[in-house]
């Protein structure tokens, strides 16, 4: 690779090498070319008053700049009992990061840094949880045994969090596969990030122990659609209970993608369902591009115990460049170290993800483990449109490379430097052998990007300041007395109404369906009409809005007792309904008043009809009846709104016209 021309060629060749393809274009069968598999773990918050192990407050949250105390910590690793270091302890160690929280004292409190033993389990949020297992065909354990699990990225100032399991192997029902759930958990939740930058980060704590459930399946997923489907159905499920919290960040989804001979790698906290197909599909073909890269490694470099990089520091006046990356570091007092990768010519150009190679690997774990911030690399196969702005000739000649070798160039400041070294030759020798276990971050652009290592498997131990907590059969028996209908009946039951299936995802997301039982069984009306006037009509109007805060789609209900009521016709709700998520304490008499309406009697709403049709032929004299009716229609309409059926208006206006013309 001696110029940015050939890192593209072979950037493209390598793709089309390992034969990716984008989701769009692919099909199941090339799903099950890669062995595509997948699984989730999807985290969903309960709405409950309290937090789940001490008596704060749960779901008051704080703007970033309100906080009345901060608290800082570092991690450092320490022998488990098996005289063994967990690998993720020893890279957060590495990064040398100051952990800093903010805490806000209406809804923080000593047993947030284990200075105080746990509380009993908050049994609201027990209750909700158990309630959710049953509705997923979970086996319910005989006695919750609390635990703690190691967090060790610092989101939880304890390093490690209270989880129990509550339910094993069940199963969820999807439009053309049962999906096997593994278990489900329920345990406190992480602090909210608010940045990392350099070997900072900071976390805010409001969110920190509020109640949370873990649903787990197993990697029965075959394709990424189908993924994003169980997805759905778990927040469905959880949502059709009414006793989780929904809005941002309250549901958030981990997805574990494999392919054929690769390895499970976690994309972390996936905030939207809609974004899953592509970060799983982009994902299993990032582990079919780093099997390639193996593959070509071992056949030309057959004995890696030999291999190692070599680096030298570089002056800024060797370089003699302008581009801005050499220009910054100069500023910030940043140190320019080149590294020559030897026989790597061609693999840091190599296609991993859309617009990423494997040169973007290093620099992720440069940012994470050595702390140095993007962008912190340029490597001899640059991809860029713009081309390469050093110089890798004098790189080369500096540093004595080979043809076959490949180089880069890093700034750090130089406490980073040995980190920076130790990391960049840790990632070139992984790809000798694996696909690392790793979490990555999920991108919007359907990327990802490196996270931390995976934790191992030994992390999690009694929780030996909390009692079990035996669950007898009438206490089960009692709690799955008011269970939800499932999702897949649900979903079942919308067809045989006749509900447009357009209309699904967003009923279920709102856990509507019930609403439309309700009003279609107490009044009469169709549960195709009310099915879509929630689903279409009241989305179209929370498209266009933002409705007041006291705004509940139960008022629907007061709204349709109101017509009713008082006999008007069902098409009056739409204007009503558009005041009433500005005004959600507004009566509805009042409503009709400012949308001026009145109630008339047939004869009423007939009676301008003789006078407008002799008025249309003076503008437009047109002897033809639809042009005429529609006309008419544009003009009166709006005051048989609510008062008679328009169809029906518009026959009666249409016999009208005809006895017009006769006469």
Sequence with gaps: MRNSFDAVRNHLESREAIGFIPLHQATPDDWKRIGFMSGLEVHQQLNTRQKLFCRCPAGIFNQDDDYDGEIIRHMRPTLSEMGEYD??????FRTRKQIIYRLNNENACTYDIDDTPPFKINREALDYALEISLLSNLNIVG??????KQYLDGSIPTGFQRTAILGVEGEIQLSNKKVRLIQLSIEEDSCREISDIGHTRIYKTDRLGMP????VTYPDCDTPYELREAAEYIRFLNRSTGKVRTGIGSGREDVNVSCRGGDRVEIKGVAHNKWIPRLS???AYRQVALLRIKALLNKCIPDKSQWQIKSTPISFEKLNSD?????????SGQRIIAVNLPSFQGILSHFTQPGKCFANEISDRLKVIACIEKPNMISSESISEEGNPIDFDKIRKILNSNDNDAQIIFRAPEEDIKTALETIQERCLMAFDQVPRETRKALCDGTTIFERVLP?????????DSAPIPLSEEYIDSLGKSLPVPINTRISQMKEWGIPADTYHYLLKKNLVPLIERISDDFSYPHKTIGIFLGHTLKHLEGQKQPHKEFSPEKIYDLFSFI????????????VLSILMDYPNMDFTSILTSLKFKKRKQEELLAPVSFLIGKFREIRKSDRHDVTLNWLMGQIRNQAIGNIPLNEYSQLIAVQIEKEITE
Excluded at 87 to 92: I, K, Q, S, V
Excluded at 143 to 148: G, S
């Design 281 to 283: 599909h982009n994902e």
């Design 212 to 215: 949370l459930i873990e649903t």
């Design 564 to 575: 009713r009521s008082n006999n008007l016709d069902p098409a009056i709700a739409k204007p």
């Design 143 to 148: 006695e919750v045994h609390i635990t703690r």
């Design 456 to 464: 191992g498997a030994d992390r999690m131990y009694p929780d030996t």
């Design 87 to 92: 690998g993720t302890a020893l890279m957060e």
């Design 323 to 331: 581009c801005p990356f050499i220009n910054d570091a100069r500023k």
